[in-house]
T-cell receptor, first 115, second 113 residues
Framework: EAGVAQSPRYKIIEKRQSVAFWCNPI?????LYWYQQILGQGPKLLIQ????????DSQLPKDRFSAERLKGVDSTLKIQPAKLEDSAVYLC?????????????FGAGTRLSVL | AQSVTQLGSHVSVSEGALVLLRCNYS??????LFWYVQYPNQGLQLLLK??????LVKGINGFEAEFKKSETSFHLTKPSAHMSDAAEYFC???????????FGQGTRLTINP
């Protein structure tokens, strides 16, 4: 089966610019996650969707970050305006059984550099 | 607060030597436990997981981990390291009833020839 697809793989922007990332989860996976992975750290959950509804966005900096999953399939994560500290890898993951120990499947990530 | 800690941000072993990566969690209820591996410029790949049943779990690439409730640990081992094992390893927990993973800070494994 096809894995989690993310684009772009790399993005370089200047601070105060905006940027968007796209994710297409594994077909049939109702749960979709966006993580931020800063260099040298473990992934940190930004937002979790169940179909097209938000389950958890407690760690999403809502003044500058937004995410949507309008049709319950693919998703976009936007940063506007970007700050230097947003430089990180943004990982998308999906799961079919999140509450019963089902694994999360990860995409390759988008590496963002904010200059 | 529920958390997961990986002891040692960097572990270096010789090729053929035992690999031991440590993971401890903090929770009053045993969680679901995972080990993921991340190769450079790639996403995370599941090595193994524990949900219920046998506490010794075998995963891919010869790795295994043992859940020890009394020690709140889930250490990852491999009897003989291979050069291809060089990567970043993450321990993660999913607390029962929750739908998300909490990751440790990661351990970078280096294999010396």
């Amino acid at each position: 089966e096809a894995g989690v697809a993310q684009s772009p793989r790399y993005k370089i922007i200047e601070k105060r610019q905006s940027v968007a990332f796209w994710c297409n989860p594994i077909s049939g996976h109702a749960t979709l996650y966006w993580y931020q992975q800063i260099l040298g750290q473990g992934p940190k959950l930004l937002i979790q969707f169940q179909n097209n509804g938000v389950v958890d966005d407690s760690q999403l900096p809502k003044d500058r970050f937004s995410a949507e999953r309008l049709k319950g399939v693919d998703s976009t994560l936007k940063i506007q305006p970007a700050k230097l500290e947003d430089s990180a890898v943004y990982l998308c993951a999906s799961s079919s059984r999140p509450t019963s120990g089902g694994q999360e499947y990860f995409g390759a990530g988008t590496r963002l550099s904010v200059l | 607060a529920q958390s997961v800690t990986q002891l040692g941000s960097h572990v270096s072993v010789s090729e053929g030597a035992l690999v031991l990566l440590r993971c401890n969690y903090s929770s009053s209820v045993p969680p679901y436990l995972f080990w993921y591996v991340q190769y450079p410029n790639q996403g995370l790949q599941l090595l193994l997981k524990y949900t219920t049943g046998a506490t010794l779990v075998k995963g891919i690439n010869g790795f295994e981990a043992e859940f020890k409730k009394s020690e709140t640990s889930f250490h990852l081992t491999k009897p003989s390291a291979h050069m291809s094992d060089a990567a970043e390893y993450f321990c993660a927990v999913s607390f029962q009833g929750a739908q998300k993973l909490v990751f440790g800070q990661g351990t970078r494994l280096t294999i010396n020839p």
